[in-house]
């Protein structure tokens, strides 16, 4: 690996859309970017859920980050004499926490391990809790930059990637998963260049993605998601590289709405197709795709874009905003554990026996 244990990443990364304040937790706006920098402030764990359904705060990762200090922001209004008494009181919020987005199963996991946390605590458990959402985000950090390092290792010098959706340090506790990668792939001369499809409806990609890129001085080309195929075709990329919501335990990853049809294209013009989440977003309790509850939103966000109304009153819309790729069309899956090159079920059980 040429990437050195001490690379400085800090050039690459400078934004941080979560952050704990002692009493509050603090999120970047991602409705309002880029036009708009301004952060919201949430008090509750009601709010934090409100924030995490309208997408103030989003991204698989990050949305468990942000539910562990909702639980921080419940456990600050119950009394209880261990951890176990206050895992009771605090159900009802883990619980609205948890049903607040269906298909990143970060949610689900990072509240299944504050819960853990506070099962085994005792007098002292706010203070464990409160550590313990500290430490998913440390964690989710160190596992990007592993992750960084791991996936552009695989990349050949010089090489033109695409990238979907939003995988960065918005959507993590920072670094990114693939765009972790891709900022490590820039930074190490194996990526010189980057395109972002728009991510349509939510324009994850032009809004975020391209906007976090040059931030960091990295100099990103927007496409169309409909010039994906097309761009394929003209050889001028070689990886497709994006994040995960969910990976089941045969390799299906389900993803931003798009993924999909990225997938398909890529194996039909010979480029590779590489998927980057942390350990969190992999749920060997779920066997294949089809069992993920994909989440619908409301179809009102197809009917224009940055507010202005493009389509005629009364027609239908259908809006799944993520979509599965079967574990046969992925190259490699890239976790802060190693990578599995053509995921299956056996390889997947052979890195993640213990998820
Ligand atoms: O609806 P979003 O914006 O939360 O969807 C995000 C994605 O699909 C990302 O690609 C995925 O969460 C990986 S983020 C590191």
Known sequence: MTIPADFDFSRYDRIRPIQWTGDALQLLDQRKLPFVVENVLCSSSDEVAEAITALTVRGAPAIGIAAAWGVVLAARSVQAADGAQALVALQPAIDRLNASRPTAVNLAW????????????????????????????????????????????????????????????????????????????????????????????????????????????????????????????????????????????????????????????????????????????????TAHGDEIDIEERDPGELYGVGGVRTVAEGIAAWNPVFDVVPAGLIDAIVTERGVISAPDAAAMAAAFASA
């Open 110 to 285: 990072a509240l299944a391990r504050m819960s853990a946390a506070l099962g085994r605590a005792g007098a002292d458990w706010l203070d464990v809790v409160e550590a313990e959402a500290a430490a998913i985000a440390r964690e989710d950090l160190a596992a990007n930059h592993a992750m960084g390092a791991l996936g552009a290792d695989l990349i050949a010098a010089g090489s033109g990637v695409l990238t979907h959706c939003n995988t960065g340090s918005l959507a993590t506790a920072g670094f990114g998963t693939a765009l972790g990668v891709i900022r490590a792939g820039v930074a190490t001369g194996r990526i010189g260049k980057v395109y972002a499809g728009e991510t349509r409806p939510w324009l994850q990609g032009a809004r975020l993605t391209v906007w976090e890129l040059s931030q960091d001085g990295i100099d990103p080309t927007l496409i169309a998601d409909s010039a994906a195929a097309h761009l394929m075709k003209t050889g001028a990329v070689q990886w497709v590289i994006v994040g995960a919501d969910r990976i089941c335990a045969n390799g299906d990853t389900a993803n931003k709405i798009g993924t999909y049809q990225l997938a398909i294209a890529a194996r039909h013009h010979g480029v590779k197709f590489m998927v980057v989440a942390p350990s969190s977003t992999v749920d060997m309790s």
